[in-house]
């Protein structure tokens, strides 16, 4: 089993999930379970089967969790195969017991349903489906050879062949379906818990770059007076040390290098510092903002923001949040990627909403899969397919998962569509048969309250 790299999200990885001290209890109480039973058919009901064997068997078990408890801690992980053996001890220590007290027709055999379910939520496919093809095999030979119940008179058990092969068709079909189903859905919490892991983890960059913005903006925000000082001194050190050729050389020198630290500073922070002055900002500079690295990527980007019935004339004023920034961030990209040439991002307000459209002239999303976009791991594409069709970039794979599940966070309503034709809601009315993103916002879910103090900067916490 391969071990995935530091930060890697893979839902392939499942090693090392199942704790011994959970799998101990559970084996503890199936054997406690066990001998109940099995005291209480032959106490009480008057069942008679071979004791000896049986207790053999059950000493077995007890001695296998009692190895497990002193050759190893109870905070040990089971590897997929350690868990994998212990799956199988316990299928045939139940498969013996089931052997000696009746087979297929012994009430109990459906227990040998427990340990295929439980596995199939902790094991791969693969070791789920093995496990369940031997469980199946076992089973048949117990419907095929066992030693039948008998009771106090020495009168044998019977069951008619019809039952008998009822009994085993049952936990065939149980064996097959519980082992699909289990595995099926372990498999989509496992697919959720990490795109939603990827999902905090986009948004934990998002915020660390803003973070590491707004302190390089306000080292260069700070140092610039004493730049612009140094760099007026040195003007005048080389005005007036003309005569002396080798003080004015460095003088010069000096007032470059001031001028070098002002541009590395300059390019470095680029979003300002973080103060409430950048806490909000009107909606056309969040949607540049957030459309900033994909302008320049041969296809042009159109912003077009007008109100609506009863919005005001000037725009909305609105909360700059990282998750906002990275998920239309995250949407504009993935527009650009498939547009032909153009990419559209259009935003209307009323006084209640904030309606934004993310449309493209692009192919549009396959009708396949449109239904299911916004949903983690819904394809799986090579490498080599996705460069072909989207040049240049390198994505997660969960991009749009992460960019609706982020802008549902901030109160969005996120719809994905196809356009059918004419874009009528467009100047020109284009022909468009591209994507359509909307989202739709309560305004006063993002929107800034112009009319507060701005109050004062605040140091930047590590």
């Excluded at 369940?132 to 095929?144: E, F, G, K, T, Y």
């Excluded at 923001?305 to 909305?316: D, V």
Aim: aromatic share 6%.
């Amino acid at each position: 089993m391969t071990t995935p790299t530091f930060g890697e999200i893979s839902q392939e990885y499942r090693g090392d999930w199942v704790r011994l001290r959970t799998m101990t209890y559970i084996r503890v109480l199936a054997l406690i379970g066990q001998a109940l039973a099995l005291l209480v058919a032959h106490s009480y009901l008057g069942l008679r089967f071979d004791v000896v064997l049986v207790w053999l068997v059950m000493g077995a078990a007890a001695l296998s969790i009692l190895l497990s408890l002193l050759l190893f801690p109870q905070t040990k992980r089971l590897s997929e195969t350690e868990a994998l053996l212990t799956f199988l001890f316990d299928i045939a220590q139940l498969v013996c017991l089931l052997y000696l007290t009746g087979g297929i027709t012994n009430p109990f055999s459906l227990l040998i349903l427990a340990p295929v379910s439980v596995a199939a939520m902790a094991l791969k496919p693969r070791a789920t489906y093995t496990l369940a093809a031997i469980a199946v095999v076992l089973v048949s030979l117990i419907s095929l050879t066992y030693q039948p119940l008998r009771f106090a008179d020495g009168t044998t058990l019977s069951v008619p062949p019809i039952l008998l092969f009822g009994f085993w068709a049952a936990i065939v079909i149980g064996i097959g379906f519980q082992t699909f189903y289990a595995q099926r859905v372990a498999a989509e919490a496992n697919s959720m818990a990490d795109a939603l892991l990827a999902a905090q983890m986009a948004l934990s960059r998002e915020q660390k770059l803003t973070d590491l913005g707004g302190v390089v903006a306000a080292t260069a925000h700070e140092l610039g007076t004493p730049l612009a000082t140094i760099k007026l001194i040195s003007s005048e050190l080389m005005a007036e040390l003309r005569d002396q050729p080798e003080l004015a050389e460095d003088a010069r020198i000096l007032c470059e290098q001031a001028d070098r630290c002002r541009d590395i500073l300059r390019s470095m922070g680029r979003a300002g510092k973080d103060d409430t002055h950048l806490r909000r900002a009107p909606l056309q500079a969040v949607l540049q903002e957030a459309a900033e690295p994909h302008v320049n990527r041969g296809k042009q980007v159109h912003f077009l923001l007008e109100p609506g019935p009863g919005g005001q004339a000037e725009q909305p004023l609105i909360l700059r949040r990282p998750e906002i920034i990275h998920g239309l961030r995250n949407m504009i990209q993935n527009a650009v990627d498939f547009a032909r040439a153009d990419v559209w991002v259009q935003a209307e307000w009323t006084d209640q909403r904030l309606r934004l459209h993310i449309r493209d002239d692009g192919p549009g999303f396959p009708p396949q899969i449109l239904r299911f976009i916004g949903e983690p791991f819904i394809r799986r594409r090579r490498e080599a397919e996705r460069q072909k069709d989207r040049p240049g970039y390198e994505g997660m794979g969960l991009g749009l998962f992460i960019a609706k599940t982020l802008l549902e966070r901030s109160g969005a309503r996120v719809k994905f569509a196809n356009h059918d034709g004419r874009a009528a809601d467009m100047p020109g009315r284009p022909k468009l048969h591209g994507a359509l993103i909307t989202l739709d916002w309560p305004l006063a879910r993002i929107l800034a309250d112009k009319d507060s103090p701005l109050g004062r900067n605040e140091p930047l916490s590590a």
